[in-house]
Structure formats: C-alpha cells, structure tokens
C-alpha cells in the first residue's frame, strides 16, 4: 500500500465534488506521518518476507526469507513473539491466508516463505491467542501427506473456528483461536471487496475479524494485533485499481474499529498503520491522459480480476475454439467495467447531452472502446482462448499480461488508462512507503527512516530494549520444523 | 521532485556497497518530514502554476494561473511579498528562466503562465533584492517590438548581472540584482547538470547562486529565499532518470549551502524542501526487469536528453536521408550512454569475467542491446531523421516518445528499463510530495495536509496572520502589466 494507492483512494472518494478534492481516509488523519525505506538485503526491491523480517525483527534479510538472516543460520525472535513473552495478548489478522509471508513474519522462521506446512506448524507453536482472516494453503503439506492442521490445531490446544455462527460466539476468554473465512478464494484468502458491488457473498471483513480481536484480547496485561490488509497488494500485482480502492477502503474500515478502541483509551493505545512495500509502480497520471484524470470511470467497475478471469474462462470451456468471438464477452465486459462500443447514433446523442452539462453522458464517452482498444482486446482475447500451454511466453507478452489472464489485463488496464491510471510493473518497487501513528508515543514515527527502525520503534513501545539481540538461542528456539 | 526522484538519487549513490543501501541527501536527514497534497482546482494533476499559487498564496486556481483566482477576478498576495513588506530582504532563485511559472508565483498575478514579458515586467516592480538563476524568455515581448528587459531593468534601479566576473564582484549591500547564468540553454535555463560528466561548462550552479544569496541578504531584518531546482522537472518529463539524478545532486548542494548557514543561526533560521508536484510517474521498478534494479548502468550516462538530441540533429543535418543510418551513430550512444551492439565473442569473454566476480563485465552485459531494443532504434531513427512536419502524429508515437526526439527517447527507455526504473507519464502527476523541514518552529511541517496549508504555515513562520485575507487591494496593486 503504497502513498499513491492510498491517495488514490481519497481521490476517488472525493471525486464527487465539482472540483478536485480528496476525503480522508481514517489513518492518513492521525497526527503523525513518516516515510519508511523497504529495500531488501539482496535488492533494492524487497518481498513480503524480507520487509516483514526488516519491520517485525529489525534485521535486513533476502528476499523469501522469513526470520532469518541471509545465510540462512539465525533464527530471529520477532516484536510479538516479544510481546507475548511480555504477556500481552497477541492477535495476528490478515486478508490473505494465515501463512502467508506477513503474518508468518510474526510467529515463523523459515528459510523460505513457500514453507507453507511448516509455516503452519509454527503457528500452532507460536501460543499466541488469536488468528484470524484467510486460511492454509498446505493443510496437509506440499504432498498432501503431512498430518492436517486441523488434528495438529486439536493436539495444541487450537480451535479453528471456520463457520460464521461459530465465530459469532465467540467471547471473551475464547483463547488460542484460528478463525478463518467461510469464504475463500483459491489462494485460502478473502475474496476482494469490490466483488460486494455485485452483490456477492464475502463473508466477514477484516473489520470483523479485527472486532474479535479486540473483543477476545483486550486485557488488563494489553495485546499486541497485526492486521494485514493483504489483498491490497495483490490487486497491485495485477494493476487493478478498482479492486485496490475497494480493498483499501475495507483496510480503512478495520482501523476505524481499532480507532473506536483507541478513542476509548487513548492513553493506553498506539496504533500504527504503514506497508511493506509499494507495489505495481501506481501513479495517478498516464503519458495518454496528460493532465486529465477521470476517476468516475473507476465507480463503473463491479468486479475483480480473478472473478472477471473466472467470467472468461467459463465463456471458454463453454464455446467451440474456432466459433469463440469477443463479441460475445462485451455484454459482461460493459455490465462490469462499464466499457463499451458505442454506435454513431448513441455517441452523438451523449455528445449532446454531455455538453449540456449531463455528468452520466461524459461518462459514458470517457468509457466509450476506441478502434485501437478493440485491437488489443482482440489481441488479448485470442490469446485467452489458447490452451495455456500453447500460449506465447516471450517477454513482449509478459510485459502485456505480467502472466495473468490476457483479457482481463487489457479490460483493467484499459479501464486504469482512461481513469488516467497508470502503472510500471507486476512486481513490487522500491518506492519507501507512508506510516501513519496515533496514540501514546506514536510521534516517535515521525521522520524517514529505515523499515528496520520500525522493529526498534515498536520493541520501545512494548517496552523492551531495542538493541537487544534478538538471535532465538537453542534453549528460547522451540522445535522449528523445516518444510518437508 | 517526488518521493521517487529523491530516492532514487539515494540509491544511486548507496549503490556501491555490496548489498543495496542509501546515501541520504543533506536534506532527508531533516528531522521533520511531511506529506502534502497537490491537486489543482481543476484538475488531480497540478501545473507549476497552480501550484506555486496554491503555495505562494495559499489559494487553490486553475492550471496556468499565477495567484489570481480561477476567475480571474482577484489577485493574492504572494508570502514572498508579505515577508518583503515585513521588512526581509527577499531572493528568488531558480535553475530554469526567471520568469518561469515557480519564481513568478513569488512576485507576479497573471492569468496566464505564458504572460512571460508581463512576468518580467512584474519582477522590476517588484522591488525584491535578489533574482539569480536562468535569463528572460521574451526579453522584448512576445512579438519582440516591446521595452528590451535590460532597459527596464535599468529604469527600475535594477541590474542585470550576466557575465562571471560581475557575479563574483557582487558583494553585501548591492541590492535590485537580476543575476544570469552566462551558459543557459535553448529554453534560458541552466544546462542540466549531468553534462558536467562529460567535461561541458554549465556556468554557474544553484549552489553557487545560493552562496552569493545568502551573502547578499543577510542583514538584521532577516531574509526570505525560495530556490528552485526546475530542472529536475525537466529532466522527469523527458522521462531521463540520469538527468534527474544529478539536477537533484545539483539542488542538494544548494541545500547545504543554506544547512551552513543554518548551522551558523540554528534559532533564527527555517530551511523547507518540498516540491510542486512529482514528474512522469516515476518508479523503481520495471515489469520487465521484476525485482531486479541495475542502477549502475545508470552510471554510464554522461549526457542529457536535450543536449544528445543535439547530436542526433547534427548528424542528420550532416548526412544525406538516403544515406542515414543507425549504426553511424552507436559510437555515440555507446559513448554517451553505455548501450552497445555485443559481439558473441565479446559477450562470452565477458559472461566469463561476470562469473568469475568482475563487477565492470556484468554492468556491461547489462547494458547490451538486444535485438527488440535494436529494432526500437532502428524505429525511432527513421522518425527522427523525417523532417518533423513529415513525422507521424498519432496517440502511439506520443505514447512512445512525448512529442522529444525519438532516438534520444528510445535510447534514455532502454537505459532507464535496464536499471529496472519506469515511468507512466510525460507530464506531472498527482502524487502527494514530501516535505522535509529543519530549524526554528519546523515542527508543524510534520503530518499529511494541503500545499494551501504550507502557505498557512510559512505566514506564521514569518510572523503574518494566516488567515488573513491576502487579495490585494486595488491601493495595494502596483500597475500589473497584463500580457500583450
């Protein structure tokens, strides 16, 4: 999440206005403000497990690496792990899956973030009181062999709580709980926001989860939460900003439930809001658009990437090869992005209404497919109805499609273009990323510095010394089991 | 100068340790950093305009417009004209033309940015001690029958200083100079610094126009300078990281000329960098390199976009069109900016010397030019060897050259996609920029707010109500010259 995804978001709730404004999300209005670096041990461009070793454990480490350090010999003892040896309550949320690089980062120690088993089985050692979010992407290992987590939840005392009546018991004293999604997506994690503009089911939000959380462990010892708005970032990934506005919103609505727990203890209550990293090179300005931007073009699309790919490929398990046509596919890319062709009779009648003043007409035009757009669609389309396997991999089509479905990376970006959106890779950059604090001691994130530094930030906060070393020695080290 | 221009100017100078650091510049090591928000009234993306007004003058207008409203009906009071009739003694420096959009949002209240001789015109009324930097667009109007600038000046007790020897005689108490870069480009502005590296005399720098401010200004009273390193803009537009780097080096050492004198004053002194807008959606990060950054190649660059252009005009001012080829000017390219035709023997050796450890080899392979990059600059060569009417015109050559020379566009792609940095524009946009702050009361220069909000904060810097209406009376207004 980087500055722009969040500016872009305030833009486009301000959009309404008759000039320029933004509205404020709930954290970019907290009194203090810094700038923080990522950069990894082995690049200037960091990953998720890199970043969250440099935020949760103050060391610089390669990229995949998760607690540990570059050569792969010392384990790292993370800011919750701290925490909960200082007996605070600790919670770990996310929207993506529970063993994932960030929230592992809490509670793991891995020489590879794609341990997800034994990442897995790191949680169900960590004793911390609470998870929440998305669920596992290995239960029963990388074979499907290993024993499953939900029997090795049982013998360590955890309850995973994967039903929604469930997990609206719970209660206060409920402890050592997995509370996961009902629904997921493929990747065990939540389904995008935007998907609720038409009107499907996601199940809780992590403003939900974050709710529980707060319920279930505040106590007079005080807790420790990560909450991780992950999707964020794989929206990102696909340069889809729709799907980033939306899911950055339901961030904003899982820090205002802490907020509402901060305004009853401010005095008690830090709360820190920043990223690990800025990803897919956003910016609110493409070389085609100049000084124009139209954000009201973005309030048109109803759906995500994944769910549109999923539009895509049952047209094309359903249709004959060589009777395919992208014609047929223009219904729903108008129903969900708003994007469309428009006959010379009907542009000329919005042509009128739009000078007229009439909003809705502009933004039809701005929507309106131009021939070159129907081109790459075309282009796009056909490569989406080969077999994956036939498709072209060369580097001009990954820079198109960044391995994504071709369509729907030509509808999203053409959409982003048009919104005057634009973005420079799949991957994450190097930009350093915005933190945003309130509360007791939170004028310490003042400034720029290193993502480092915000290990050392957060260790004076729970009030421990922040240059002690945190090598986990053979005695601290529970049994940390290696990916099998 | 956004987030990105500056980091990556850190990064290009931490690039020689062996693992990926950075070399703060003078400025980010202030202790106060914040971060501003700078749409116009009409539209996310600001002009230098509307943006110095928004700045100036705390009042948000339209792209183009310097300190009137964007109906043009009142005109405000800049803070430089506030503090100047507080009794400071006020300077305005830049590295661009001094009539330029930013020093006028100092002095001037024009509907139009382009009013460049009722720019000028305003500067000799406007009674402030010290100009310094870049010359005057239309010295005699923009039909050139006008009052030659130089006469003006003379009438209203200013002087223009633009030879070196002059400059280096001003001394404390000469007051009312307009001092000029004896070199300046095309566009009056100083060369862009990068050209130092390959020995050009680019004249005076900001550094040494800073010097010369401060030496002139300081007095009892107290003084107000805004200097602008213009350039780094500039060189954004053309999309050439290279250039940006060293304008933004450029700019640091006029930075640290001010941090001296601040570390003579710490409690009478505030020193401010910030930005208007960023420029061209800069990131580092490239879809085609992923999470790699190469930023040594960078390091070969010598030369600026305008002043290559120059080369490629040369040669095809030299060379018959039937006669034109590319491989008559890789020497050049090679030269200037490291990119070469690889033989296979060579590549091999030098695959060899890369494995083996030799840093220089693997910068070299980096640098090669692959066949689809050799087909972009045999494309762009042949549009910018056509005579410019000639040239094709549509939405994708804008898209891929910005409307500057193609080869030098092509060439400046590639080096910078080889560093792993990319760009999504050729004008600003809507980025929020950092502000960083240091000396007396520069704490409230912390948070997220409005550049209407820095004009708030620099009145009460200099000790003038905020809040207090700053449209200028009609007994207030000197004769403003309107553009002819």
Redesign the interface.
């Known amino acids: 999440m980087g ?2 995804h969040v ?1 872009l978001t305030e ?1 486009f709730l301000g959009r309404k206005s008759n ?4 509205e ?1 999300l709930s954290f ?2 907290f ?5 923080m ?1 990522t ?7 960091t ?1 998720s497990a890199s970043a969250i070793t440099a935020m949760a454990a103050g060391r ?1 480490t390669n ?1 995949g690496v998760i607690n540990m350090d570059p050569a792969l010999k010392f384990k790292y003892k993370s800011v919750a792990e701290e925490a909960r040896d200082l007996g605070y309550k600790v919670g770990v949320l996310t929207s993506v899956s529970i063993d994932h690089a960030t929230p592992a980062g809490m509670y793991a120690h891995q020489p590879s973030r794609n341990n997800y088993y034994a990442i897995a089985l790191e949680l169900f050692e960590s004793n911390f009181d609470y998870f929440g979010g998305g669920g596992f992407l290995q239960p029963q290992g990388k074979d499907g062999k290993q024993k499953d987590v939900y029997e090795i939840a049982k013998e360590k005392g955890y309850k995973i709580v994967d039903k929604i009546e469930d997990f609206l018991k719970l209660r206060k004293g409920d402890n050592k709980i997995v509370a996961i999604n009902p629904i997921l997506d493929s990747s065990k994690a939540l389904p995008y926001a935007i998907n609720r503009l038409r009107g499907a089911n996601v199940g809780l939000s992590l403003a939900d989860f974050t709710k529980k959380a707060i319920e279930l462990l505040d106590n007079p010892n005080g807790f420790f939460i990560m909450v991780e708005g992950g999707k964020i970032d794989w929206a990102a990934h696909a340069n889809d900003a729709g799907s980033v506005i939306y899911d950055v919103l339901d961030f904003n609505e899982a820090i205002k439930v802490a907020l509402e727990f901060y305004k009853k203890r401010p005095f008690e209550t830090v709360i820190i809001v920043t990223a690990d990293h ?1 990803t897919g ?1 956003l ?6 658009t ?4 139209y ?1 009201d073009v973005l309030s048109r699309q109803k759906i995500s990437y994944d769910e549109f790919t999923k539009v895509v490929n049952e047209y094309k398990s359903k249709v004959k090869r060589e009777e395919a046509k992208l014609s047929d596919l223009l219904p729903q890319i108008k129903e969900y992005y708003g994007l469309e062709i428009l006959s010379s009779e009907v542009r000329k009648e919005l042509e009128n209404r739009a000078k007229a003043g009439d909003k809705e007409a502009k933004i039809r035009l701005q929507l309106a497919l131009n021939e ?1 757009e129907i081109e790459e669609l075309e282009k796009a389309f056909k490569i989406s109805m080969m077999d994956p396997k036939e498709r072209p991999n060369d ?2 089509t ?2 198109l499609y ?1 391995g994504y479905d071709p369509l729907t990376m030509t509808v999203t970006r053409i959409l982003n273009q048009k919104a ?1 959106i ?11 990323v ?1 933190v ?1 604090a309130i509360g007791t001691g939170s004028y310490i994130f ?3 510095y290193d993502n480092t530094d915000l290990y050392k930030k957060l260790m004076s906060l729970i009030g421990k010394d922040p240059y002690k070393d945190n090598v986990l020695s053979s005695a601290e080290v529970r049994e940390l089991v290696f990916s099998k």
Chains 1, 2 share one sequence.
């Open positions: 500055l722009n500016y833009a000039s320029p404004s933004i404020k970019t209005q009194p203090n403000v810094g700038l670096t950069y990894a041990a082995d690049s200037y461009i990953d610089k990229d800025e090179g910016s609110i300005g493409y070389a085609g100049r000084y124009e931007v954000l070159s580097a001009k990954y820079l960044g005057g634009s973005w420079t890779s799949y991957s994450h950059t190097g930009a350093p915005p945003y003042n400034g720029y």
